[in-house]
């Protein structure tokens, strides 16, 4: 699981242990394990918010684990052209590759710990989909897809794209080096991360040796979430045992606590984790299939309108003919 990581996390900047006289630990509320699916032309996925109540995720929808898997060659999947309106998609590649293109001009190749932020807003078509020379030598795949939502006023904004490069995060490490802190978007402790977000919110990856224990200052008008990528430990004031694809909703405070087992199996000698919290927005939510609005009647309105293409057009393949093309010595143009 490479993401990014350091030789020396001593080296980084250090994120204050809560003040014990003022934290208020979160809780937790409950704790839910990820179903496993398919999504897209069939890559495997955990749903990591299956189970979990959507008042307690809010501002968040959809959180989908991609692997890990290893492609034999021929193997890897992505997703057709499909739309989307009224949210944001977030996807944060920890090991393996993935090109995004969009209708608005947006796209490119994100790898190890590069994120693709992509504001849908008032309308968008993307593909995400393994590059081909993946396609042809198989490998590693393993990264993330987040779904944040918007408030109603901000549901018709232009559509807009980031490029977060794995080198723009924000390193962090606990008191005592013992956890690495990735700060993709938000900011923790007054260290802020490269994204840009609509919603008031915080997104980390966190690496926690085996042994090592985090507590993090955490805003207290947020929510607090935290999702098991890899490794087993505990959250909470009442240190609730947690592992691999199993999601924390925690109560209200100003401080998480976490703390991985002090042995982890070989295969993930590491408590990996993300970490989220956002403002809630506390707006009736209509969600179908790739579209998150208020109401039924404006989930409605987003699939007349994609049917007739005001969502955006596919932009054409670069290099693809605009005229029939005849195979060698054919003569026969309908061959």
């Known amino acids: 699981m490479p993401a990014i990581t350091v030789t020396d996390t001593t080296t980084l900047p250090r994120v204050p242990a809560p003040d014990p006289l003022l934290a208020r630990v979160r809780p937790v509320k409950g704790v839910t394990t990820a179903p496993r699916g398919y999504e897209g032309e069939g890559f495997p996925v955990r749903r990591a918010f299956a189970g979990a109540n959507l008042a307690d995720l809010d501002p968040f929808i959809h959180l989908d684990q991609m692997g890990e898997v290893e492609y034999a060659p021929g193997e890897p999947k992505g997703t057709p052209w499909h739309p989307h309106r009224g949210f944001e998609t977030v996807t944060y590649m920890i090991d ?30 993307h593909i995400e ?40 995060v924000g390193l962090l490490a606990s008191p005592d080096g013992g956890a690495l802190i990735r700060v993709i978007a938000g900011e923790v402790a007054g260290h802020a991360g490269p994204g840009s977000t609509y919603t008031p919110m915080s997104m980390i990856h ?38 691999t694809g199993q999601l ?6 100003n401080a998480i606590s976490i703390a991985a087992s002090a042995s982890q199996e070989s295969r993930s000698p590491n408590l990996d984790m993300i970490i989220l919290g956002g403002r809630p927005i506390r707006e009736p939510v209509a969600w179908m299939g790739p579209f998150v609005m208020n109401t039924r009647e404006e989930v409605l309105q987003a699939f007349t309108d994609y049917q007739a293409g005001r969502l955006g057009t ?22």
């Open 96 to 125: 393996g590759t993935f090109e995004h293109a969009d209708s608005n001009g947006g796209g490119g190749v994100i790898t190890n710990g590069d994120t693709q932020w992509m504001t849908a807003g008032a309308g968008i078509l």
């Open 129 to 168: 989909k393994p590059p081909e020379a993946l396609v042809v030598s198989g490998g590693l795949f393993h990264g993330l897809q987040l779904w944040v939502n918007l408030p109603s006023a901000q549901k018709w904004s232009p559509p807009r794209y980031q490029d977060i490069r794995a080198a723009q």
């Open 206 to 243: 966190a690496t926690l040796s085996p042994g090592a224990h985090l507590d993090l200052p955490w805003r207290a008008d947020y929510n607090a979430l935290v999702y098991v990528l890899a490794g087993h430990g505990n959250v909470g004031t009442d240190r609730w045992p947690i592992q």
């Open 248 to 253: 924390a909703v925690f109560g209200e405070g």
């Open 314 to 335: 596919i932009p054409a393949a670069h290099g693809a003919p605009t005229t029939l093309q005849e195979s060698p010595g054919s003569t026969d143009p309908a061959r």
